[in-house]
């Protein structure tokens, strides 16, 4: 909430520089301390945040949709149609990620933009192949065979049977999938294909915080400590999701 709403409550400019307070430990005036420019830590925390949170979300949604779109028709089709989307994905599961990340970059520069389409296009590979196999699963079930031989046409086969069974697997991996972006993206901003200066992120405050670790080690302990938390709460706010819409557990 603070991330989204509250740059105006923040003290200072994410990116002032203040030469003048270089490396200042954390205190009553900067309670994150400063980096090496003078900029106040605790402000580019919360712009990281925004920044992090909405690379991290738009990815796993993006994944999520295209993958259950893929995954959906691959398990429904069967036969010819479902190999070829296997092959088609198998392939692209052996292109390394960095060299889509690359290519993305080399197109469109370093940005949000190229790092949300290097991760939504990339990384749905592993959402329809989940998807996938529970639809295989679910449409040979009895209820699923009763439906049909009652006359149930495929969207309503869908829309009843499999999608609120597959959902709750579907919400778990995207959970996983908003977690691995936000690592994802601290990864990219350490190699320098990530969020360039002055834009900040959780992954450029991390990347920053390594090279000057052994002299001030607050200025990697604090980002990090950010985002193990923010992992935390998204496992156990994935966990819930995934008790509350699961059909077995509502019995």
């Given at each position: 909430f603070f991330a989204i709403f509250g740059s105006s409550m923040l003290p200072y400019r994410y990116d002032k520089v203040d030469l003048l307070s270089t490396y200042r430990i954390p205190s009553s005036e900067h309670w994150f301390g400063t980096d090496a420019l003078g900029r106040d830590i605790w402000c580019r925390i919360w712009i990281g945040a925004r920044v992090s949170l909405f690379i991290a979300f738009v990815s796993a949604l993006s994944q999520m949709i295209i993958g259950i779109i893929i995954g959906s028709i691959s398990g429904l089709s069967g036969g010819k149609v479902d190999m070829i989307i296997m092959r088609f994905v198998d392939i692209l599961i052996a292109i390394p990620f960095l060299i889509w990340v690359s290519l993305f970059m080399l197109v469109l520069g370093p940005g949000i933009l190229s790092i949300i389409l290097a991760f939504s296009l990339t990384q749905w590979k592993g959402m329809a192949r989940l998807v996938r196999g529970e639809?295989?699963?679910?449409?040979?079930?009895?209820?699923?065979?009763?439906?049909?031989?009652?006359?149930?046409?495929?969207?309503?086969?869908?829309?009843?049977?499999?999608?609120?069974?597959v959902l709750p697997v579907v919400i778990v991996s995207t959970t996983f999938q908003v977690t691995n972006a936000i690592f994802g993206e601290a990864f990219l901003s350490y190699i320098?294909?990530?969020?360039?200066?002055?834009?900040?992120?959780?992954?450029?405050?991390?990347?920053?915080?390594?090279?000057?670790?052994?002299?001030?080690?607050?200025?990697?302990?604090i980002p990090a400590i950010f985002i193990s938390l923010t992992m935390l709460s998204l496992q156990l706010i994935g966990d819930g999701l995934r008790d509350a819409t699961d059909p077995k557990m509502r019995q």
């Amino acid at each position: 909430f603070f991330a989204i709403f509250g740059s105006s409550m923040l003290p200072y400019r994410y990116d002032k520089v203040d030469l003048l307070s270089t490396y200042r430990i954390p205190s009553s005036e900067h309670w994150f301390g400063t980096d090496a420019l003078g900029r106040d830590i605790w402000c580019r925390i919360w712009i990281g945040a925004r920044v992090s949170l909405f690379i991290a979300f738009v990815s796993a949604l993006s994944q999520m949709i295209i993958g259950i779109i893929i995954g959906s028709i691959s398990g429904l089709s069967g036969g010819k149609v479902d190999m070829i989307i296997m092959r088609f994905v198998d392939i692209l599961i052996a292109i390394p990620f960095l060299i889509w990340v690359s290519l993305f970059m080399l197109v469109l520069g370093p940005g949000i933009l190229s790092i949300i389409l290097a991760f939504s296009l990339t990384q749905w590979k592993g959402m329809a192949r989940l998807v996938r196999g529970e639809v295989l699963r679910l449409k040979e079930t009895e209820f699923a065979i009763a439906a049909k031989t009652m006359g149930a046409s495929t969207w309503r086969l869908i829309r009843k049977h499999i999608f609120p069974n597959v959902l709750p697997v579907v919400i778990v991996s995207t959970t996983f999938q908003v977690t691995n972006a936000i690592f994802g993206e601290a990864f990219l901003s350490y190699i320098g294909l990530g969020i360039q200066p002055p834009m900040t992120s959780w992954g450029r405050l991390v990347a920053s915080g390594i090279a000057e670790m052994r002299s001030f080690p607050y200025m990697l302990f604090i980002p990090a400590i950010f985002i193990s938390l923010t992992m935390l709460s998204l496992q156990l706010i994935g966990d819930g999701l995934r008790d509350a819409t699961d059909p077995k557990m509502r019995q």
